[in-house]
């Protein structure tokens, strides 16, 4: 079984600094890694994911993330935030062959101006 | 396309009474499925369907029950509203459910059962 957590429930970010979304996962298979960005009241949509190869995604709105297999992290960076991007994160992790989604908690991002 | 769509937005029930929330997507896809998000757990899938006639259990399928009668709808049904089941659902669609495709959200239903 496969497992996420995000380690940060709330990261609040002034516009123009740097942020890091942390997500750890639990798995005893290889996995797909995933992060969707859900605006207020809105639904999910994706921001990258993670199949295979090349460690380092990129994804829409400037953000990228880094698989890190030893040290089962998929964290999220983007090197300068904009009002915009304030909304909920979430990390998420699905096996091979099963297209189920197990969902971290999700971490807020504020950011002020 | 239209892509997700969930009806209704809100919806406000009573303990017991029943009712079904609908999901339709029109993007031809064969894997369907719901969740809920609940404040600090993000989103648990309910239940999920890999095409029409098929469906199966998620991680919190109790109360609730689906069918999939064609490839674009899904409905899921309560059948005795509880509290417990005030939360907001989420339909989503993927092209194939083996494959690592990207799953598309709905825009969701806000259910509170008083």
């Known amino acids: 079984a496969q497992s996420v957590t995000q380690l940060d429930s709330q990261v609040p970010v002034f516009e123009e600094a740097p942020v890091e979304l942390r997500c750890n996962y639990s798995?005893?298979?290889?996995?797909?890694l995933f992060w969707y960005v859900q605006y207020p009241n809105q639904g999910l949509q994706l921001l990258l994911k993670?199949?295979?190869?090349?460690?380092l995604v990129k994804g829409i709105n400037g953000f990228e993330a880094e698989f890190n297999k030893s040290q089962t992290s998929f964290h999220l960076r983007k090197p300068s935030v904009h009002i915009s991007d304030t909304a909920e994160y979430f990390c998420?992790?699905?096996?091979?062959?099963?297209?189920?989604?197990?969902f971290g908690q999700g971490t807020e991002l504020s950011v002020k101006p | 396309n239209a892509g997700v769509t969930q009806t209704p937005k809100f919806q406000v029930l009573k303990t017991g009474q029943s009712m079904t929330l609908q999901c339709a997507q029109d993007?031809?896809?064969?894997?369907m499925s719901w969740y809920r998000q609940d404040p600090g757990m993000g989103l648990r899938l309910i239940h999920y369907s890999v095409g029409a006639g098929i469906t199966d259990q998620g991680e919190v399928p109790n109360g609730y029950n689906v069918s999939r009668s064609t490839t674009e709808d899904f409905p899921l049904r309560l059948l005795s509203a509880a509290p417990s089941q005030t939360s907001v659902y989420f339909c989503?669609?993927?092209?194939?459910?083996?494959?690592?495709?990207?799953?598309?959200f709905g825009p969701g239903t806000r259910l509170t059962v008083l």
């Open positions: 798995s005893s298979v290889s996995v797909y």
């Open positions: 989503a669609s993927s092209r194939e459910g083996g494959a690592p495709d990207t799953q598309y």
């Open positions: 993670y199949l295979s190869g090349s460690t």
């Open positions: 993007m031809n896809h064969e894997y």
């Open positions: 998420a992790v699905s096996a091979p062959g099963g297209g189920k989604l197990i």
